[in-house]
């Protein structure tokens, strides 16, 4: 069975960085949407970055040019590099992935996509 597991969460102070890990396990790695979602309390859960299989990456308009999404198809990970970060950021990150019915039609893979499979989150504290 598919596994996404989360890794590189912590406690950083403003205007740090922290490197999420997800090692994904029994998930094909072709023709896929992967992403970051992440979930404060209190809030609802909020899209943060998706990588399309093809290349193509999609970014909410709250993390651009202060997150960047990257992934290895032969190493079965993915990662979420997190530059300037400030307490908005606080939140539980999740790793995302979904096989695509239409692998070519990117438009599918964008940030805010729901997914079926889904690891366990990873906190990440942002102090002030």
């Known amino acids: 069975q598919v596994q996404l597991v989360e890794s590189g969460g912590g406690s950083v102070q403003a205007g740090g960085s922290l490197r999420l890990t997800c090692a994904a396990s029994?998930?094909?790695?072709?023709?896929?949407?992967m992403g970051w979602v992440r979930q404060a309390p209190g809030k609802e859960r909020e899209g943060v970055a998706t990588?399309?299989?093809?290349?193509?990456?999609n970014y909410a308009d709250s993390v651009k040019a202060r997150f960047t999404i990257y992934v290895d198809n032969v190493k079965n990970t993915l990662w979420l590099q997190m530059d300037n970060l400030n307490p908005e950021d606080t939140a539980t990150y999740y790793c995302?992935?979904?096989?695509?019915?239409?692998?070519?039609?990117?438009?599918?893979?964008?940030?805010?996509?729901?997914?079926?499979?889904w690891g366990q989150g990873t906190q990440v504290t942002v102090s002030s």
């Open positions: 990588v399309h299989w093809h290349g193509r990456k």
């Open positions: 029994q998930f094909p790695m072709n023709d896929y949407c």
């Open positions: 995302a992935a979904e096989t695509l019915q239409i692998p070519w039609d990117w438009s599918e893979c964008r940030f805010n996509r729901d997914f079926g499979y």
